[in-house]
């Protein structure tokens, strides 16, 4: 089976712009988390989206946001960017929420 | 809530010496743990997880850990550290239902040849 891919896997923005992060789960999973790691905070849980619901959200401003399609394909937006922001954005697909999650490698956000 | 703390930031051993990485966790419930990897420039790896069977599960390349409910711990070990083992480690717990994993802020293994 092919593995979670995600992409752009490297970006650079400019603050103030947005950006549209892509990831496909493993085929037949159908929860697919989100999360940002940086140096200082470490791993932190975005938002979760199951069978195109989202179930789970994270402590983050508005600006993030996200959305799963009925392939189970999902996208996360990130609006009006700050240099904060900059850091790595992983996905994570499973079978049902609680299941162990199968991560992709990433993509690495720069904003400048 | 559940929570989870690793109790070293970084962990440093000689190439053929045992690994042990520190885990102790917080949940009000019976939890699934887990323990994942990160090489450099990579996405995170599942080495194991337990999920309420045997105390000591088995992972990959070599690793395992035993689940301790009187300590709520959740060690990872390895007999014989390899250079290829130099990694973060993340100590992961989720309680049961519809919650987010919670990941600890993680090992960095440094591997010494």
């Known amino acids: 089976k092919a593995g979670v891919t995600q992409t752009p896997r490297y970006l650079i923005k400019t603050r103030g712009q947005q950006v549209t992060l892509s990831c496909s789960p493993i085929?037949?999973?159908?929860?697919v988390s989100w999360y940002q790691q940086t140096p200082g905070q470490g791993l932190q849980f975005l938002f979760e989206y199951f069978s195109e619901t989202q179930r789970n959200k994270g402590n983050f401003p508005g600006r993030f946001s996200g959305r799963q399609f009925s392939n189970s394909r999902s996208e996360m937006n990130v609006s009006t960017l700050e240099l904060g922001d900059s850091a790595l954005y992983l996905c994570a697909s499973s079978l049902y929420s609680t299941y162990e999650q199968y991560f992709g490698p990433g993509t690495r956000l720069t904003v400048t | 809530a559940q929570s989870v703390t690793q109790l070293d930031s970084h962990v440093s051993v000689s190439e053929g010496t045992p690994v042990l990485l520190r885990c102790n966790y917080s949940s009000s419930y019976s939890p699934s743990l887990f323990w994942y990897v990160q090489h450099p420039n990579k996405g995170l790896q599942l080495l194991l997880k337990?999920?309420?069977?045997?105390?000591l599960v088995k992972g990959i390349n070599g690793f395992e850990a035993e689940f301790k409910k009187s300590e709520t711990s959740f060690h990872l070990t390895k007999p014989s550290a390899h250079m290829s083992d130099a990694a973060e480690y993340f100590c992961v717990v989720s309680d049961p239902g519809n919650t987010p994993l919670v990941f600890g802020k993680g090992t960095r293994l440094s591997v010494i040849a």
């Open positions: 337990y999920t309420s069977a045997a105390t």
């Open positions: 085929s037949g999973h159908r929860s």
